[in-house]
């Protein structure tokens, strides 16, 4: 495989034995260093389109393929260690150490142990981890702690493509916003091709270039960037299923102590609105100013 990453879904199909289909069929281009993210209820088959990247799922019809090369035709065990690997609950080696946890890939790949754990000790400062906690097994960390060595442990053989799979869906929410910022910052150094599987359209709107939203049996009913899905939603299944038809998308701006205060439909504060660095202060412009864009409700 090159390093570009592109990987590309040809009408694939999947249906296991007594008739079950988890995927119709589906056909989607991930460009390189994009993140994509698939999202949609149980049975929509995310997480079998994901898994059929490294094939740990293979199709039952139709072709994945990585850079031109069919998924079908490379040697699995290889291919999953090329691919980084991130899922829920960190999915951890509870009897290894973080550091043994981070090395387990490069050194089935054949880098030194020395290498390696150079390398480990590197991503755990990537992911705000401490050097300290290198020794110590992941019973001993918190739920946001393993997550971050699950993502370390996904980087370690610097792939070009990472699949998560709900990575941050077992952790309380305040974490999971952490972990989802740490992750839009790392994307923005290391530009990786990403998959992403999540229920939550909001984390999907959060860390996707594109959303793939998907109903019952992988079938897309919209794909776009999330200001093309919020602006315009393809149906009412869309609609629904993003918040548009409830009004809970629907923002405006109220000052309030001198802050422009983002409140939310039902009258609910959903933020404060910030400035970019260097941008003048809208009170500086005039009293009633609004941010470009902006009009009053």
Do not use: C
């Not at 040697?75 to 951890?92: E, K």
Request: charge should be negative; aromatic fraction near 4%; charged fraction near 25%.
């Amino acid at each position: 495989m090159g390093s570009k990453a592109v990987i590309g879904f040809e009408n694939v199909r999947k249906e296991y034995p007594g008739g079950t289909l988890a995927v119709e069929d589906f056909s989607l281009e991930v460009a390189s260093h994009e993140s994509v993210v698939l999202v949609g209820t149980s049975g929509s088959g995310k997480t079998t389109l994901m898994r059929m990247v490294n094939r740990m799922v293979d199709p039952t019809s139709g072709r994945v393929h990585i850079d031109g090369d069919d998924v079908a035709s490379l040697d699995p065990v290889q291919l999953r260690r090329s691919i980084g690997y991130v899922m829920q609950a960190s999915g951890l080696l509870p009897h290894h150490t973080v550091l043994d946890n981070i090395t387990t890939v490069p050194v089935l790949r054949g880098s030194s142990r020395r290498d390696a754990r150079t390398r480990a000790g590197e991503l755990m400062e990537t992911v705000g981890l401490d050097a300290a906690l290198g020794r110590r097994y992941p019973w001993q960390l918190s739920g946001g702690q393993q997550q971050r060595v699950g993502v370390a442990r996904g980087l370690a053989a610097d792939p070009n493509i990472l699949l998560m799979d709900e990575p941050f869906g077992a952790v309380d929410p305040i974490v999971r916003r952490e972990l989802q910022q740490e992750l839009l910052h790392l994307q923005r150094d290391l530009k990786k091709t990403i998959v992403f599987v999540t229920h939550d359209i909001d984390e999907a709107f959060l860390v996707g270039d594109r959303v793939v939203i998907l109903r019952p049996g992988g079938i897309i009913a919209q794909v776009g960037t999330p200001q093309e899905i919020l602006a315009e939603p393809a149906d009412d299944f869309v609609a629904s299923f993003v918040g548009a038809d409830r009004g809970t998308r629907t923002l405006h701006v109220e000052r309030v102590d001198g802050r422009d205060i983002v409140v939310d439909a039902d009258g609910r504060a959903a933020g404060v609105l910030g400035r970019s660095p260097g941008e003048q202060s809208p009170d500086a412009q005039s009293p009633d100013a609004l941010p470009t864009g902006e009009t009053p409700s």
